[in-house]
């Protein structure tokens, strides 16, 4: 991918598809990395929760998904690395809100209704459940770090401050990797549109033009490895 068609990728495929799912709540994306210093330096070692704020705090993201969870992307040269990170809090229905503070709609008025609703609306803090396993991908790609048999030049990473590389075969494509990462996260979405069209078509494109990585980077040693094709 040229840096024209990647950013091209992300304006007009992930970006309506996210939309047309009810997902999307802002898009911040920029070519350049955004991510800051005191993201970077505390995704090694940090605890989830302080990730996300971090990278919440500083806009260090691309998209802003409904439930906060987010999305990077970013593209150096021949390097790749999208990343979603899932909010560390879920926002509760409104009826687990109403029974959170001993209640429900039946014993209050319009006027309290209204308030409790305003309330809720308003996403403060005690409208939300700790999410006790949020989900982490990242995929990345890079020739500098690229060790035959050791570490892939491809590969998908689940969870944070572990070794976990499944090697894939291919080069995602952005609209790949939102694809599964919605199919993973946001089933019941997936499955309410997936039928439809425009998500039918998006479907059967995405997977379709992601190429093959270089030989030079995938090895008969790698391909001995459990690996994603």
Not at 39 to 44: E, G, L, N, P, T
Not at 75 to 99: A, G, N
């Amino acid at each position: 991918m040229t840096d024209n068609s990647f950013n091209l990728r992300i304006a007009n495929e992930v970006v309506p598809y996210l939309e047309n799912l009810c997902l999307l709540k802002s898009n911040i994306y920029k070519p350049e990395n955004h991510c800051t210093d005191g993201v970077r330096k505390i995704a090694r070692e940090g605890k989830y929760e302080d990730i996300f704020k971090e990278t919440i705090d500083t806009y260090s993201y691309d998209m802003l998904l409904v439930d906060d969870s987010i999305f990077q992307f970013n593209k150096e040269h021949d390097d790749y690395r999208y990343c979603f990170i899932q909010s560390p809090r879920v926002k509760m229905t409104w009826e687990e809100f109403l029974e959170s503070i001993d209640t429900n709609e039946d014993d209050l008025s319009v006027a309290e209704i209204e308030q409790w609703h305003s309330y809720y609306d308003n996403d403060e803090a005690d409208c939300f459940h700790i999410n006790l396993y949020p989900v982490y991908m990242r995929y990345d790609v890079s020739a500098k770090e690229y060790k035959e048999g050791e570490h892939p030049y491809s590969h998908l990473h689940i969870g944070i401050h572990n070794e976990i590389r499944i090697p894939i075969s291919i080069l995602l494509t952005p609209e790949m990797f939102t694809e599964f990462v919605v199919k993973m996260v946001y089933r019941q979405k997936w499955l309410k549109f997936k039928d439809d069209n425009y998500f039918v078509d998006f479907h059967n494109s995405s997977k379709s033009r992601c190429d093959a990585i270089d030989l030079k980077f995938w090895s008969e040693m790698d391909k001995k490895d459990l690996f994603l094709k």
